[in-house]
């Protein structure tokens, strides 16, 4: 029953009451008039405490529902939350257990590698004496080389004989000018050759393989040609055109890429160049 029909209520009694027979006087009339808006603020009071009490009741049913649907949620959250953590934290427990099987792991290796390391530094070593003592001796068969070398070179120079019926010779092992590539060959009983047939020239030239001083030249008297032994010279083998005496060129070389005879030059005697010997 809603508030309308309470209210249509009461005013049906009230009606029914006045249609009744008039023996009461004005009195009692206002007494009873007095009673039902008493009665009607107490319906209305009673209606308004009963709304209030059902919307307090419906709001707090509500609350309460609000609270347990928050809390089941925050329950799921904080069970899904848990189960989260806990995988995690069995995931960080293997991986915990994965690295400390790699650190034992890397730990041998590293045992290991430090071990290798000290064995290689130790060969190291022993290969760096090992060198130390192989240079040496490598220097010392090196001085040893260039000493033979320089010898069987000198030795080859010096005694390089070509067989021939006028003598025997060899070359001097360093370019010097004419008058000491001559004293050169003095120095070991010989003295520079002389060329006096061409069949001597043709075999001298063919053994040759650079230029060489003779025994000949004008250094006393300019264009009179001598010998080391003072002879006369009778038959030359001049390259064409020489000698020239271009610049006080008194001393003569052969030359054996110039020519097979005709091979003879005159230059300054200051020149450098081997001197070839003759016994």
């Keep these: 029953m809603d508030l309308e029909d309470i209210y249509q209520n009461v005013e049906r009694r009230d009606i029914e009451d006045t249609t009744g027979p008039r023996t009461l006087n004005h009195s009692q009339d206002e007494g009873r008039n007095e009673k039902r808006r008493g009665s009607r603020c107490l319906v209305l009071m ?6 209030i009490c059902v919307v307090l009741l419906v709001s707090i049913i509500l609350q309460h529902i609000s ?13 899904n939350t848990v189960k989260e953590f806990n995988q995690t934290i069995n995931s960080l427990q293997d991986n915990y257990t994965e690295l400390m099987t790699e650190k034992d792991q890397l730990k041998n290796n590293f045992s290991s590698l430090s071990q290798k390391k000290l064995e290689l530094e130790t060969r190291v070593n022993d290969l760096t004496a090992e060198k130390k003592q192989l240079q040496g001796s490598v220097d010392s068969l090196n001085q040893k080389k260039l000493e033979l070398e320089s010898k069987v070179t000198s030795l080859s120079e010096e005694v390089k004989l070509k067989g021939c019926k006028e003598g025997l010779f060899f070359i001097s092992s360093e370019s010097k000018n004419w008058s000491e590539s001559r004293q050169y060959c003095r120095d070991r009983g010989t003295d ?7 069949e001597k020239q043709r075999h001298i030239t063919s053994f040759l393989k650079e230029s060489v001083w003779i025994g000949l030249s004008d250094t ?9 032994d003072n002879s ?21 070389e052969l030359d054996p890429e110039k020519d097979p005879v005709n091979n003879w030059n005159d230059l300054p005697c200051s020149e450098k160049r081997k001197g070839i010997c003759e016994n």
């Design 192 to 198: 520079l050759v002389i060329i006096d047939t061409e």
């Design 232 to 252: 006369p010279l009778k038959q030359g083998f001049w390259f064409k055109g020489e000698p020239n005496n271009d610049g006080n060129e008194d001393c003569i």
């Design 220 to 228: 006393e008297n300019e264009g009179n040609m001598k010998w080391v």
């Design 67 to 79: 609270n347990t649907a928050e809390r089941e949620s925050l329950f799921k959250s904080n069970k």
């Design 46 to 51: 009673t209606v308004c405490l009963g709304i």
